[in-house]
Each structure stands twice: as C-alpha cells, then as structure tokens.
C-alpha cells in the first residue's frame, strides 16, 4: 500500500516536498518512482529510484525535471520523497507514487506498466 502526502497549492518558483509511505516487508527491495497526470494528459514519468541487484539504487528524471526535481528514499521508515524546486504552473498535476518488486530494468523504469503499486495521488498546483 502507498499513501501520498504533501500535495498543495504553491506559487510559481516555490518549492514543495511530496512524501510517498510504503508498507510491506521488502521495501529496500522495491524500485520506486512518481509519476504524474495533468486535467487531459496522459499519466507521465517523473523520477525513480531503481533499485538494483548490487543493492544500488540508480536515479532516473524526465528531461522536464531533470535538476529541479530530487527522489530520495529511507528505508528505515518505509518512504520515498519528491523535492520539487522552481515550480513551473506547467508541474500542475496529480501526482502518484508507484512501486515494483526488485530491478524495473534500465529501460523500462519510465513506463507505468512497470510498476505494480499505485497510491491514490496528491494534487499539487502551481499558481499565483
């Protein structure tokens, strides 16, 4: 199960951080990622964290994000987190959490189907 968390309205070039609680027993394991959906858009990659069989994990970004977004994870407690910076209105969107067993393999960690694990989404709005 996934539960989101910090969605909320912000100001263009304002920051916010998405949190993403996982339960489950082999959470180090899981590879994890966020994606997001716009009012009539398809659902997008965001980020992930691959976890790897070396016990690495490997962070992946849309070209979108890329240096304004970080995903991290603690284990200890079950989380994954999405540091959004420099905000654009164009980052408007529900945003989802998402999970899978194991390595999602280099090439596939951007598609939805990848992943098994959905949360239900945190809207976050970029506005003035």
């Known amino acids: 199960q996934l539960v989101e968390s910090g969605g909320r309205l912000v100001p263009p070039g304002g920051s916010l951080r998405l949190s993403c609680e996982a339960s489950?027993?082999?959470?180090?394991?899981?590879?994890m990622g966020w994606f997001r959906q716009a009012p009539g858009k398809e659902r997008e990659f965001v980020a992930s964290l691959r976890w790897s069989s070396s016990n690495a994990y490997y962070e992946y970004y849309a070209d979108s994000v890329k240096g304004r977004f970080t995903i991290s994870r603690d284990n200890a407690k079950k989380m994954v987190y999405l540091q959004m910076n420099s905000l654009k209105p164009e980052d408007t969107a529900v945003y989802y959490c998402a999970a899978a067993r194991g390595d999602t393999g280099a090439r596939d960690y951007h598609l939805a189907d990848t992943y098994t694990y959905w949360g239900q989404g945190t809207q976050v709005t970029v506005s003035s």
């Open positions: 489950g027993r082999t959470f180090s394991s899981y590879s």
